[in-house]
Structure formats: structure tokens, C-alpha cells
């Protein structure tokens, strides 16, 4: 003989069980009630058969609501549960408690099954509610309301419908309390996966938690040294830039000096600094600085070669040592000696015709 009474402290004091159940229903009875009713039901009969505990709760809700102990669905504006439904809750709760060795053996046949739901006869049957009313969108009471025939006597319509009604209920609490029995198993280990993957999704949520947060850490650093690889590329590139902005400056600072030089009269100084600066230019061609500047050469050894010419002139004219040591130099230092002949040779040709021709006129004006 199995134990019938397995529950422990927990059913064989019924008053434990009266906290923390709550309603099978919104409008049905307190299941603790019915809980308080399981222990001595078990205990009834050593050898009791599990097919007679439903029948004995059924009964057992019934003389109890008969009694007052628990409301009758007339207390309330709300749909009664079924005493059926009721009590194949409470012993599908009581059972879950049950550790794996000593539950019962469930009744598997439909015979022994309607003895524990006390089924209707086959003639008593009625027609399944319609799929309709299993839609969430749907709406009973328009439903009812827009097939209200108007032919027929409403209050006695009504009485039909509301008994149609109640019995549908009640077969669908018969079989929804059928299942619950014959899926009893199936239903414990479906919770205990659904608990399995609570804990598993918390355990999830947790690593997602911590992953994101290592993200956010991560993408701030990387962001912090792109900032820092961005700035020390900028920085390279100013590095790199820097020596040529010097020699840029060294450039414009020659040309300057190359200006100065020439108002000064040192020609040949100005054209070493020339050739300096000509080597500085040559090796930064490829910038339009660098190639702005060496245009500027050409007009400015254009006005030097024209203020050289101007001094020849003049120490052709009148000559002074130091003046035509200057010139010969300058030249020299272009390395354009053969054209300092020819320019000497033509500046005194022109400058003995100008000459002839002022001593011929003053000489006629003179007589």
C-alpha cells in the first residue's frame, strides 16, 4: 500500500495551506478552502483509490457551499467556477507537492476518468462552444445581442441561452480539468523547464548586462585613443611640416636680403646670395610657393641686370675704378664675361658718338 498521506506537516495541518493560493477564478471559490478539505480526504481509507478522491472533493465543494462554507455563485455577479473544474485544481495542486516516488498512479481510461469528473451522460452531451469565442478579439455579449430573434420570447431566450451557456462552461472546465489530470507530468516538467529557462535568461540578462557595460568602457577607450592617435598623426604631420616652413621663412628672408643688396649696390653679393637661393628653390620645386617665388626671380634678375647696365653706363661715361670693378665682378659672377665686352665696347662707341656729336654742334654754334 503506497502512503496516502505523504503530505508531511504541511497537509496533515490543513490550516498551512490557507495563505498564498489565491482564487482559481475571479468570481469562484478560495482554493485554500478546498485545500483544508484534501488532507482529511486522503486520509479517509488507508487504501483509498485516487479515481474516488475527485468524486469525494466534488462532493465534499458541494456540501460545503450547501453548508455556507464557500460562496455560491448567487453571492457574486461574477460566472461560478465549476465544482468540477474546482476540484480537479485543488487535487492537481495537491499532487504537484508530491515528490517523484510517491505519486499516484493516474487513471489513463475514459471510464475511470468520468468517474472522477462525474461526465454527463452521452445523451446530456451538449455542442461545443463555438471557435469563435476562443478569439481574443471577440465580444460575447454583442454576439448574443445581435442574434437575439425577435420572434421569440426574450426572457425564455435568454434562459436558454444562459442554461446553453453554463453547461458549455462546464464541459469546457470538465475537459480543461481532464487534461490538466492526463498532461499532470507533462505540465510539472514544462515548469520546471519554464523555471530552468527563467533562470537561464536571468543568467543571460546578467553576462548582457556586464558584456554591455564592458562595451561602453571598451568604445570610450577606443574612442580616447583615436583622439590621442588623431592628434599625434596632426601633430606628425606639423612635425614634418615645420622644416619646411623654416626653410620657407629662410627663402623669404633671402629674397629680402636679394632686394636690399641690389638698392644697395652690392651686385655681388646679391648674386651669391642669388645662387643660394636659387638651390634653396630647386629643392622644394614641387610647391606653389616655391614656384610663385622662383617667377619672382626672373623679374627681379631682369631689374638687377638693367641697374648693372645703368652703373656700366655710367663708368663708361665717366670712369670710376671702383664702379667698373664693381660691374667686371657681377658679371663674373653670372659668368657672362663675353657680354660685358660687348656691352663695354658698344656703352663707349655710343658714348664717344654722343660725344663727337657735342663737340661738332657746339663747335658750329659757336661760329
Known amino acids: 500500500q503506497p502512503n496516502l498521506f505523504p503530505f508531511g506537516s504541511v497537509l496533515g495541518n490543513p490550516f498551512l495551506l490557507n495563505g498564498g493560493v489565491g482564487d482559481l477564478s475571479d468570481g469562484g471559490f478560495d482554493s485554500s478552502r478546498v485545500f483544508f478539505l484534501v488532507p482529511f480526504l ?31 455563485s448567487l453571492s457574486s455577479d461574477r460566472p461560478e ?8 485544481a485543488a487535487v492537481a495542486r495537491a499532487l504537484s507537492g508530491l515528490p517523484p516516488d510517491q505519486r499516484y498512479s493516474l487513471p489513463s481510461s475514459s471510464e475511470e476518468l468520468m468517474s472522477i469528473y462525474g461526465s454527463k451522460p452521452q445523451s446530456q452531451i451538449v455542442e461545443d462552444v463555438e471557435e469563435k469565442f476562443y478569439e481574443e478579439e471577440f465580444d460575447p455579449i454583442k454576439h448574443v445581442l445581435e442574434h437575439i430573434p425577435s420572434d421569440e420570447n426574450e426572457l425564455e431566450y435568454f434562459e436558454k441561452q444562459a442554461t446553453l451557456r453554463l453547461a458549455q462552461l462546464d464541459r469546457v472546465a470538465e475537459q480543461l480539468s481532464r487534461n490538466v489530470m492526463e498532461h499532470h507530468e507533462v505540465m510539472v516538467k514544462g515548469m520546471n523547464l519554464v523555471r530552468e529557462l527563467e533562470k ?23 574612442s580616447r585613443d583615436l583622439v590621442v592617435n588623431t592628434d599625434s598623426k596632426k601633430k606628425q604631420a606639423l612635425m614634418h611640416l615645420l622644416p619646411v616652413l623654416a626653410e ?29 637661393y636659387l638651390q634653396l628653390l630647386d629643392s622644394f620645386s614641387e610647391l606653389s610657393a616655391i614656384q610663385e617665388m622662383s617667377r619672382g626671380v626672373e623679374v627681379w634678375l631682369g631689374r638687377t641686370l638693367q641697374k648693372l647696365d645703368s652703373l656700366l653706363l655710367g663708368v663708361c661715361q665717366e670712369f670710376k675704378e671702383e664702379g667698373y670693378l664693381t660691374v667686371v665682378d657681377a658679371y663674373a659672377l653670372i659668368g657672362d664675361v663675353s657680354g660685358l665686352a660687348e656691352k663695354i665696347q658698344s656703352f663707349f662707341m655710343q658714348e664717344v658718338i654722343s660725344e663727337t656729336h657735342s663737340v661738332l654742334k657746339s663747335i658750329i654754334l659757336y661760329e
Open 42 to 72: 486522503l486520509f479517509q481509507g488507508g487504501g483509498m483509490d485516487l479515481s474516488k478522491v475527485g468524486e469525494k472533493i466534488l462532493s465534499s465543494v458541494r456540501s460545503a457551499r450547501s453548508l455556507g462554507l464557500l460562496p455560491s
Open 200 to 222: 537561464d535568461l536571468k543568467i543571460a540578462n546578467v553576462i548582457c548586462r556586464n558584456g554591455r557595460r564592458h562595451l561602453t568602457s571598451s568604445m570610450n577607450e577606443v
Open 81 to 88: 467556477v465549476p465544482a468540477r473544474a474546482a476540484a480537479a
Open 248 to 276: 620657407l621663412l629662410h627663402a623669404r628672408d633671402m629674397q629680402v636680403s636679394l632686394e636690399s643688396l641690389v638698392e644697395e649696390g652690392n651686385f655681388c653679393k646679391a648674386f651669391q646670395v642669388l645662387s643660394e
